[in-house]
């Protein structure tokens, strides 16, 4: 099968996009499995495993596809000028929380079951990690610190809340995708001793930080849609003491949803062998003082390997296109949002 994977940024990416890593991991799957790939992504871009194609933004995507393409992958939201006569089946992977009232095409591929029914979806695929890129785990190694991972000055990524919670446990927390000093999109000066900044680090760095890490602090305000710095994290043997909201509870404690997108646990928290979630900071300080080192680093790496590979992401995906390839749509009728949620969700003191 021929397949047009289409990411309107460069790749690979040089910081820590989530859109272009998974189409890279997937693109590497479908190569792998013996499928062709032609990869339309932004000038400036390069790739081993599979051609490279400067996506235009100023005219159809039908008119530079060819014609012997059989299906289009979108990894972020096309426009209707990208749209505009194109015949060929396609899905579109949705990696954002919608921020105000829309629509969204009824082939949309969502990152978890609760990105899915918050925008009244049901359709989604797990992102995987492709373990190559990550180099050896050591889940003996001595671990000494905790850290937090993410482009932090977004708001509703919790980087305050992180710091707060290593002050009040009195452990150190190493600080990944930011700076002491922020000036962008608020002014943030952090005084805290507990905490040491590293920006945003290379592959190599990121990964040897976490490698000895007792856990990832993950305090998020908002509903995250998926969180690859979850998965990450727990591959290297870091169990996650954060926050309750968007796809933490599937991905840390196995907890499903309601139709309507809120979480069906019976608290505001939950516990598993892979870490701690609560909306109480008390709850997730007590975790994080005597729950990190009872939890195995081992047993962490074992469940990411099992669930979130990138060849089981690779394999969902495979399923979809056979979907749309028969002329099903993978949602009966558009899907939409007329509240989105907040990005400050609340957390208790």
Known sequence: MKIALVLDRVIPTQ?????????????????????????????????????????????????????????????????????????????????????????LDPNTVFLSASHAARHGGRVYVYPGLDFRDYGEVQPERPRHYFHFLAEADVPGRGIKEAIALAGRAGVRVHIIGSRRVSLSPDVRITLSPHARFHALLPRQGRNTLINGSRGLLFPIRWHEPFGLPVIESLYFGCPVFGTPFGALPEIVCGKSYTPNGTWSGAVDGCFSDFGCLSTRQSELVDAIRSGADARSPLRCHQYVREQFSAERMYRAYVRLYEQVLDGQPLHPEPLGIDTPASRRLPIEA
């Not at 081993?48 to 299906?71: E, T």
């Not at 919608?98 to 629509?103: G, L």
Request: glycine share 4%; charged share 20%; aromatic share 10%.
């Open 15 to 103: 910081k820590y996009g989530e859109s272009e890593r998974i189409l890279w991991w997937h693109s590497r799957q479908l190569v792998e499995a013996g499928h062709e790939v032609l990869l339309w992504v932004r000038e400036g871009s390069h790739c081993k495993h599979a051609p490279v194609v400067a996506l235009s933004r100023n005219k159809p995507l039908a008119d530079q596809l060819p014609k012997d393409v059989s299906l289009v992958h979108f990894f972020h939201p096309p426009t209707p000028l990208c749209l505009r006569d194109l015949s060929k089946p396609y899905v579109i992977t949705y990696f954002e929380n919608a921020t105000k009232p829309c629509s």
